[in-house]
DNA sequence: ATGAAAGCGCTAACAA
DNA sequence: TTGTTAGCGCTTTCAT
């Protein structure tokens, strides 16, 4: 395979400066402070110099200077930070968050946070030192103390994280109940060796309020609910097609396999999908299969996933309503919004085939 | 299925107000003007100076604002313009872009552009409007002038669209060679009837330049070439499951199916795999599949899709690399890179049945 | 209703 | 080497 192609180009011309308001408030022959009004719509300006001054605007051209007015007022952004760009299910959120945002004077930016509390933490500082006037934290693994300390500084909403603060808006979706519904599932199948695969995260945090340590707790809990007490069986490696491979190649060689695995996210269960294909396993014919999160690709035909959905849509307008009330309205008092997931079964789960009896 | 739950909690104290150099400086006994060289590492100050402001900063817990940076000096941060948040070849050149800009004080933040003129347009201006240091483009369907009137303002770099412009780099595919390395795989296998499904999209801008067109016309290319010239069938949909989907159901549908579909991108072939499940029709002993892009839902065994892999780790780390030198040492003279596609055989793809001869 | 002017936190000439 | 100071583009009192 032949090298990369360079080819160099010429060229290089002054660069053109920027309309500020004061061309504009010159060229309208008013003030700059009667500019700087009409661009935020405050109180105090006739109609015949609204006017003339947008007039004025789109004859030049012109465009705020999005950090100049950041300095004394507001920077019309909003912050998401996004741990894991390639989780499929945070677009679902970012997309009905930015449409949400979309008639107002917001912009919406992402800023990309490893799964790392050093990496998030550092966008998230980034986030801060530009003066964003909002921040939305998709599933942040910092302590709570951190994010309460931010959240003093900045309006700021949390998603996808479980307990209450005083400080920040959670948007949350019920992850005891999805586990619950997962397992109630299998168990109706007549499931009872039913594995879960977990999430575990680094860095030092106590992360019992993180949705994969409350979906391994849903799990338990259904479990015990259904008289399955004794076979509780967690595996834990990480939400992503690597870890559920890994997860699976474990419990799949085990002599005594479970008949039903529990992954805690879709990409873990495709990780799964791909260990039992290498092991010849069949799903759902040797081993049953639910995921989580409903991600567009467990509803493809040959793959037909069962998952938990969860709405992402709603979370993310709801996410982006609550975060405009703390900004806009000034609301101090927290907000804590708890949704309810749904089961969609497919062909991944069925009941178990007779030699499969309990342990 | 309850509503959703709604809890109310209290408080709400003074706001904390920043730390400025003003303190830092006068917490060290020096000027600003000292604080603000340490930040930027500039040159004239003794290391002693350095020492005491440094320490100064620490103790005071001393965030720069990067705004206010931004009004005299730069801003330190890279904007990405992403349309499409869900395509899943994206992630790796984000990644790998971040990744390369770790080690300096640069932070990306990402601009969710839709994927149509207005929306792309509105998120690039509001980088602008923040006074982004340098903009990474990917894939972006503006006309090459507004793109090249960007660019006179701030450096540029185009990821993923072809042609060469005087005013901002590019990155880009050979997406020529990579239809071909595609029609020549499935000719080789003795394929005739070889179909692709393209991506039309909207908006004024002439799309001679965007990948999906040179992937369309490297498909011709290479069907000449191997004297299938007859056999030139192109369905434009989208790149999207849906586009691969409807595309896919009139394509198989006909009286004559072709024996091989490439699809111009992954997410397009998944559509098709729905469709062919959907009709009852088995890949690759009914219709052989190829993709393009190799995403990581490619190599899943009960996928496994034939694919062109473009190395976006390669695509990102050069775009920041290039975005760099543009930044730092005010390089005016662009620069063109194309990086060349292989081949990812893949079980979706093989010979046609014998009863599959040509029209 | 309108405008003059004082900052916001920082950078960069220029003086010392 | 160090400090002084004039802005950067906008918002926001406070006079008019």
């Given at each position: 395979m032949s090298g990369p192609t360079l080819v160099l180009m010429s060229v290089g011309l002054p660069p053109p400066k920027r309309i500020t308001i004061a061309d504009v408030a010159s060229r309208a022959n008013v003030s700059t402070a009667a500019v700087s009004k009409v661009l935020r719509n405050a109180y105090g300006v006739s109609p015949a110099m609204q006017e003339r001054v947008r007039q004025a605007m789109t004859e030049l051209g012109y465009r705020p200077h999005a950090a100049a007015r950041g300095m004394r007022g507001q920077t019309y952004t909003i912050g998401v930070m996004i741990p894991d760009v390639r989780n499929p299910f945070f677009p679902e959120i970012i997309e009905s968050l930015s449409e949400h945002l979309d008639g107002t004077d917001y912009q919406v930016l992402l800023g990309p946070g490893g799964s790392d509390t050093e990496s998030q933490t550092r966008i998230t500082d980034a986030m801060v030192?530009?003066?964003?006037?909002?921040?939305?934290?998709?599933?942040?693994?910092?302590?709570?103390?951190?994010?309460?300390?931010?959240?003093?500084t900045v309006p700021m909403v949390v998603i996808g994280r479980h307990g209450r603060s005083t400080e920040y808006d959670t948007v949350v979706d019920d992850d005891i109940m999805g586990a619950g519904l997962i397992v109630?599932?299998?168990?109706?199948?007549?499931?009872?060796?039913?594995?879960?695969i977990g999430h575990k995260d680094r860095g030092p945090s106590w992360p019992a309020t993180m949705p994969q340590t409350v979906r391994a707790e849903g799990y338990r809990q259904a479990m015990r609910r259904r008289g399955l007490e004794a076979q509780i069986d967690i595996v834990l490696t990480s939400y992503s097609e690597e870890g559920g491979y890994s997860a699976a190649r474990e419990l799949l060689s085990r002599p005594v396999r479970p008949t039903a695995i529990f992954a805690g996210a879709d990409v873990a269960a495709i990780g799964v999908l791909e260990a039992a294909y290498e092991l010849g396993l069949r799903v759902p014919e040797d081993v049953s299969l639910a995921g989580y999160d409903n991600t567009s690709i467990a509803a493809l035909g040959p793959i037909s996933l069962t998952s938990v959905d969860q709405d992402g849509h709603l979370m993310g307008s709801n996410a982006a309503r609550l975060l405009l009330e703390r900004i806009e309205q000034k609301r101090h008092r927290s907000v804590l919004l708890s949704l309810s997931p749904t089961l969609v079964p497919r062909r991944s789960t069925r009941s178990p085939l007779a030699d499969s009896g309990g342990a």
């Open positions: 030192d530009r003066r964003m006037d909002g921040l939305v934290m998709i599933a942040p693994i910092a302590p709570r103390r951190e994010l309460e300390a931010i959240a003093k109630d599932h299998l168990a109706d199948l007549g499931h009872q060796r039913i594995a879960h």
